[in-house]
């Protein structure tokens, strides 16, 4: 029989209270993460820009990410099963709100204000992108603007020089390219959400930003005159065979490939779009450009339309300190926001970044936003979730038949009032 | 020490043991079946009377609130009918199929072996790799069955089967059903092997036709395979999750969501946890409705056939 060493039993005894506070120290150097920058560039990228974190810090990353759509749930497992990660990058918008609003997250207002980040953080996206309930919980990351992505040989071959800058040059436009043989618009719809930019724009340009303001917060109706007349004009694009057919059976990177290929004039798409074209070898200016979504009534203020991507703390971090470190440095160093903006197509949250950082398209992007009268988040991050499910599905319907608009707002009226009352 | 035995010994060990020994090995399954499905399908149940978000720490008791809205939710009533012909079709088309195939390839056919391999493939492929293998059968541009349509035809055809509201559900059937046959052939050759040749012969000889042995010899007498292929086929179609979830993810806009998908909708797209707990309550319930059913039919024929 094989006696206990008592020796050594107690040795292990004594040695126990250290292997915990090792244990626990080690616990304090590291800072969980979970993402969704997993495109084949973003995902390196990410990890790069993490390593310089580490490198100018003791802190050390433990790192899962989660692909983009699939995200959306994993996060809501994590959370119901209370194992959020330290940090975790979110959407700015409806979507923060919503797990503000149920205690999930940690405020930041006082490393907020004690690393200076207002005169750090792009005014464009500060307030509305980082403030939830008077406190603020988002430090934001990058944000992308949406307009008319093109190909330029396609214009040229066209014969088409000037891009239009209003509703009824832009109808012309599509009439000049349908008439050449060309498609004008690619749509990518499989996965709903490329299909709010069209809502969202014909919306600001028509109604203005306080209409549209009112109807995501649920104090105006799907049924009203202004959802209507946006529906009618989209519907008229549709109609005229403007878009590329099955646009619901491809995804936005279907659409631009069609429109890299030359099979379609443009698409209505964010700014990440250029760092997908960019890593097909396409040249920015040279291959591709952009016109904003051109204005529609006079006197509606110009809106931009984007994403703000952010990093946000869990309310139950287990390293709070570690977590605001990395939020404060990912936002700070402006060499972790050239390289992040530059790797993803992305305008940079940080002021204090240089634009010759930014190519052409991007550099116009940034004027765009930087003169645009308010920066709006697209629709399925301005309303709340079970909302956001009913409009897309609804653009989505739409997209299949719009001859039924009628019938496919009076049923979206119903269901999106039953959803803000969930 | 030769003579005495020490089997007696250790039996009666074992026999005195028995009850601390049957404790002792179902513990761990148990303790894993607790853990994995007992827990989970019991706080299903709890969630189903409030309305949890999933996120908030917080929640308050809605009592039969959530029971009460499935019966006005118009999305709830299409999933259900697309669950009745998921399962009816995820039924009858792999083992018809299955069937069709085990009768042909059971003859003496030549490069049987080969065709059995290829037909029983699929069933080793995941539902995301059958799914996504079918995606690219159904693309609308350059997709294998347009592409054919087309050489058949010699008209340009591009229908977004995928996309499209009619034609989503049947086009993930389509794609289930052809994963799913090789499974119900496999069983149904098994159940060949067992019919006695001399039946065959004798009733051959008497001047019955392929078609009258087939339908008054070998299917009766398959009828245990057939159970079995049943069994499984109602299984696997109440498990059928995750090609849905790749191939359509329920659209077009819900045309082709099941109750497990519009649950799971509701649930993690929606974040309507308690709301999204009271329907896969109520798909609990047609499951062990179902499956009861499924007993009582199998306690039948173990009477009928003395099995």
């Known amino acids: 029989m094989k006696y206990i060493n008592r020796r050594k039993l107690l040795g292990t005894l004594f040695a126990l209270p250290f292997i915990g506070l090792t244990t626990s120290a080690l616990a304090q150097s590291e800072v969980t993460i979970s993402h969704y920058f997993t495109g084949e560039l973003g995902l390196k990228a990410f990890g790069e820009q993490m390593e310089k974190f580490e490198a100018a810090t003791s802190y050390k990353m433990k790192n899962s990410p989660v692909g983009h759509e699939d995200f959306k749930t994993d996060i809501l497992v994590r959370a119901s099963g209370s194992s959020l990660p330290d940090v975790f990058s979110y959407w700015a918008g409806a979507r923060v709100q919503f797990i503000a609003d149920s205690d999930s997250l940690k405020p930041i207002d006082q490393m907020w204000n004690e690393a200076g980040l207002d005169q750090i953080v792009a005014k464009t996206v500060a307030d509305s992108a980082t403030m939830y309930n008077g406190k603020r919980f988002l430090v934001p990351f990058n944000y992308h603007y949406s307009g008319m992505f093109y190909n330029t040989k396609v214009m040229a071959d066209a014969g088409i020089t000037k891009m239009p800058t209003d509703w009824n040059g832009f109808l012309a436009l599509c009439k000049e390219l349908q008439s050449k043989g060309i498609t004008p618009i690619a749509l990518g719809s499989k996965n709903r959400w490329p299909a709010q930019f069209w809502f969202d724009y014909l919306l600001l340009r028509s109604a203005g930003p306080d209409y549209r303001a009112q109807l995501m917060a649920g104090k105006a109706s799907y049924d009203d005159p202004q959802v209507k007349q946006a529906m009618g004009m989209w519907k008229a694009l549709v109609d005229a065979g403007y878009f590329v057919e099955n646009a619901n059976a491809n995804t936005w990177t279907d659409a631009s490939d069609q429109v890299a290929r030359g099979d379609a004039a443009m698409t209505l798409m964010g700014t990440w779009i250029t760092g997908y074209w960019n890593g097909l070898g396409l040249v920015p200016g040279a291959d591709y450009d952009f016109f904003p979504f051109p204005s529609i009534m006079a006197g509606v203020p110009s809106a931009s339309v984007g994403p703000v991507d952010g990093l946000v703390i869990g309310a139950n971090t287990t390293n709070p300190k570690g977590a605001e470190e990395f939020l404060k440095f990912m936002v700070s160093d402006t060499g972790v926001q050239a390289a992040w903006s530059k790797a993803q197509g992305a305008l940079s949250a940080n002021v204090n970044v240089d634009a010759s950082n930014y190519n052409s398209v991007m550099l116009k992007a940034f004027e765009t936003v930087k003169n645009s009268d308010a920066f709006a988040f697209n629709y399925d991050l301005a309303t709340p979730p079970p909302v956001a499910e009913v409009g897309l599905s609804m653009f989505a319907r739409f997209m299949d038949d719009p001859s039924g608009v009628d019938e496919i707002m009076k049923q979206t009226a119903q269901d999106a009032a039953g959803a803000f009352n969930e | ?307």
């Open chain 2, 1 to 307: 020490m030769r003579g005495l035995s020490w089997t007696p010994l250790i039996k009666a060990s074992m026999e005195r043991d028995k009850r601390l020994w049957r404790i002792v090995l179902l513990t761990p399954p148990l303790l894993v079946f607790s853990v994995l499905i007992v827990g989970p399908l019991l706080s299903s149940f709890y969630y189903s009377f409030t309305n949890w978000n999933g996120f908030s720490s917080s929640y308050q008791f809605v009592g039969l609130s959530n029971f009460q809205k499935i019966w006005t939710d118009r999305l709830f009533f299409q999933a259900t009918v697309n669950t009745i012909i998921w399962m009816v079709s995820a039924l009858l088309l792999p083992t018809l199929l299955g069937l069709v195939l085990a009768l042909l390839l059971d003859s003496k056919v030549r490069g049987g072996k080969f065709f059995k391999t290829i037909f029983y493939l699929p069933i080793c492929l995941s539902a995301i790799v059958v799914g996504q293998i079918w995606i690219w059968i159904y693309q609308p541009n350059w997709g294998l069955l347009n592409t054919l349509i087309e050489e058949i035809t010699g008209e340009r055809f591009r229908y977004a089967w995928l996309a499209k509201p009619d034609s989503a559900l049947f086009s993930v059937i389509v794609a289930w059903s052809w994963q799913q046959t090789g499974l119900s052939m496999v069983i149904y050759l098994a159940g060949l092997t067992a019919i006695p040749s001399e039946i065959l012969e004798s009733s051959a000889s008497e001047g019955a036709t392929t078609w009258q042995r087939i339908w008054y010899i070998i299917i009766p007498l398959l009828i245990p395979s057939t159970v079995v292929v049943i069994a499984l086929s109602v299984i696997n179609s109440l498990k059928g999750f995750d090609i849905l979830y790749i191939m359509t993810g329920g659209g077009p806009f819900n045309s082709s969501d099941t109750l497990a998908m519009h649950m799971y909708n509701e649930s993690f797209k929606k974040y309507l946890i308690g709301y999204g707990s009271s329907i896969s309550v109520v798909l609990f319930v047609i499951a062990l409705i179902i499956i009861g059913i499924y007993f009582r039919q199998l306690r039948k024929f173990d009477q009928i056939y003395g099995q």
